[in-house]
């Protein structure tokens, strides 16, 4: 499986960019997927994750403010609006692949830059 995210760049506070990662490879065996995000000295955190169940959980920060969609079955888009500061980082696709519940293997993209000036 490989990931490859688009989309991040330099934004203004309040405003919107929208993330994409496409999916390739053996995405039929993809359990979960979803977004992360780190800032220098913190460590990666989730910002929204989509479940074997269809379901989405959203970090608290980030919550009525993004949105993640599937735009086709290849393709994982992360919608942000009223951008603040904070949610400056990198931000990375990923998805696992599980068995009998149990993580087995993890994918990341490459990472794409969000930087949101005050």
């Known amino acids: 499986v490989q990931l490859a995210e688009s989309g991040g760049g330099l934004v203004q506070a309040g405003g919107s960019l929208r993330l994409s990662c496409t999916m390739s490879?053996?995405?039929?065996?993809?359990?979960?997927k979803g977004w992360y995000r780190q800032v220098p000295g913190k460590e990666r955190e989730e910002v929204a994750i989509?479940?074997?169940?269809?379901?989405i959980i959203y970090a608290d920060s980030v919550k009525g403010r993004f949105t993640m969609s599937r735009e086709n079955t290849q393709t994982l888009t992360l919608q942000m609006d009223s951008l603040k500061p904070e949610d400056t980082g990198v931000y990375y696709c990923?998805?696992?692949?599980?068995?009998?519940?149990?993580?087995?293997?993890?994918?990341w993209g490459q990472g794409t830059q969000v930087t949101v000036s005050a």
């Open positions: 990923h998805a696992n692949y599980k068995a009998l519940g149990v993580v087995r293997e993890e994918f």
């Open positions: 989509q479940d074997s169940r269809g379901r």
């Open positions: 490879g053996d995405t039929f065996i993809i359990v979960d």
